[in-house]
């Protein structure tokens, strides 16, 4: 891939690029943990495919940043040889896969989320992530609207899933706003004109989730800006290091294996 930029833009295009690939990773092996274990066969498998969707498009993220990073490195080396310190992920992605309620309430969080933001990039300058974004966004949309339609039929179903629901949305209230701080990268690229600004991804993203959390007889936290994580992406939590000893131990076992 022909690069036309300069060294600092293209740092940054390299270091935007981390962040939407390790979201999408660590999130898709958390959801693979469901494999099996899912309360209904037809759940086991969408949530298989949800998983895939979100590595998958990990994987294409990737290859674009070794292609601009210029080091003969491949998607495999950033997936699997780099430490945990050095991802980029926000921390939701990384908590504990916890029961279905939870699982599912992340998945509306972080796919809505996605979504906004794929439609976003998809108007990127920056070509090849234009193109991946606008692959993705149907892929993003299904998991919108799969996890949507599980929010309100268990939000509206038993007096336990009701509970279990709103347990998950008031644990995971104070995650949801990390999402929308804008790293440096993001920053600069946005100045640089190279993606659109993305402050509106926040007020788009909290009026569709009134709206599922009404529809679904939830209700929205009450907290206040002392009590949300806002941190940056350098900071992880403690499960970040047991997921990637746990993911990435075989090619760190077995290095240059060849299936």
Same mark, same amino acid.
């Given at each position: 891939?022909?690069?036309?930029?300069?060294?600092?833009?293209?740092?940054?295009?390299?270091?935007?690029?981390?962040? =939407?690939?390790?979201?999408?990773?660590?999130?898709?092996?958390?959801?693979?943990?469901?494999?099996?274990?899912?309360?209904?066969?037809?759940?086991?498998?969408?949530?298989?495919?949800?998983?895939?969707?979100?590595?998958?498009?990990?994987?294409?993220?990737?290859?674009?940043?070794?292609?601009?990073?210029?080091?003969?490195?491949?998607?495999?080396? =950033?997936?699997?040889?780099?430490?945990?310190?050095?991802?980029?992920?926000?921390?939701?992605?990384?908590?504990?896969?916890?029961?279905?309620?939870?699982?599912?309430?992340?998945?509306?969080?972080?796919?809505?989320?996605?979504?906004?933001?794929?439609?976003?990039?998809?108007?990127?300058?920056?070509?090849?992530?234009?193109?991946?974004?606008?692959?993705?966004?149907?892929?993003?949309?299904?998991?919108?609207?799969?996890?949507?339609?599980?929010?309100?039929?268990?939000?509206?179903?038993?007096?336990?899933?009701?509970?279990?629901?709103?347990?998950?949305?008031?644990?995971?209230?104070?995650?949801?706003?990390?999402?929308? %701080?804008?790293?440096?990268?993001?920053?600069?690229?946005?100045?640089?004109?190279?993606?659109?600004? +993305?402050?509106?991804?926040?007020?788009?993203?909290?009026?569709?989730?009134?709206?599922?959390?009404?529809?679904?007889?939830?209700?929205?936290? %009450?907290? +206040?800006?002392?009590?949300?994580?806002?941190?940056?992406?350098?900071?992880? +939590?403690?499960?970040?290091?047991?997921?990637?000893?746990?993911?990435?131990?075989?090619?760190?076992?077995?290095?240059?294996?060849?299936?």
């Amino acid at each position: 891939m022909k690069n036309n930029y300069d060294e600092l833009v293209s740092k940054n295009i390299y270091d935007y690029l981390l962040q =939407l690939g390790d979201d999408r990773l660590i999130l898709g092996h958390r959801v693979s943990e469901w494999c099996g274990h899912a309360p209904i066969l037809e759940e086991d498998i969408a949530l298989a495919n949800i998983s895939l969707d979100l590595i998958g498009q990990s994987s294409f993220i990737y290859k674009i940043a070794c292609e601009i990073e210029a080091k003969n490195r491949t998607e495999d080396d =950033l997936a699997f040889y780099r430490a945990p310190n050095n991802f980029k992920c926000i921390e939701i992605v990384e908590l504990p896969k916890g029961d279905f309620a939870f699982t599912i309430v992340r998945q509306l969080f972080f796919s809505l989320f996605n979504d906004l933001t794929l439609n976003l990039l998809s108007n990127s300058h920056f070509i090849p992530l234009a193109e991946i974004s606008l692959k993705a966004v149907k892929e993003s949309a299904y998991h919108t609207r799969h996890s949507k339609e599980w929010i309100k039929r268990l939000g509206n179903g038993t007096e336990e899933s009701h509970r279990k629901i709103q347990i998950a949305v008031d644990e995971l209230w104070k995650y949801t706003f990390q999402m929308f %701080e804008e790293s440096q990268s993001e920053k600069l690229l946005i100045e640089k004109g190279i993606i659109s600004d +993305t402050k509106s991804i926040k007020s788009d993203w909290l009026k569709v989730i009134e709206i599922i959390l009404t529809e679904a007889n939830i209700k929205i936290p %009450e907290v +206040t800006e002392n009590h949300l994580f806002t941190r940056t992406r350098n900071f992880h +939590t403690e499960h970040l290091s047991h997921l990637l000893a746990e993911m990435q131990s075989v090619p760190r076992s077995y290095p240059n294996l060849k299936w």
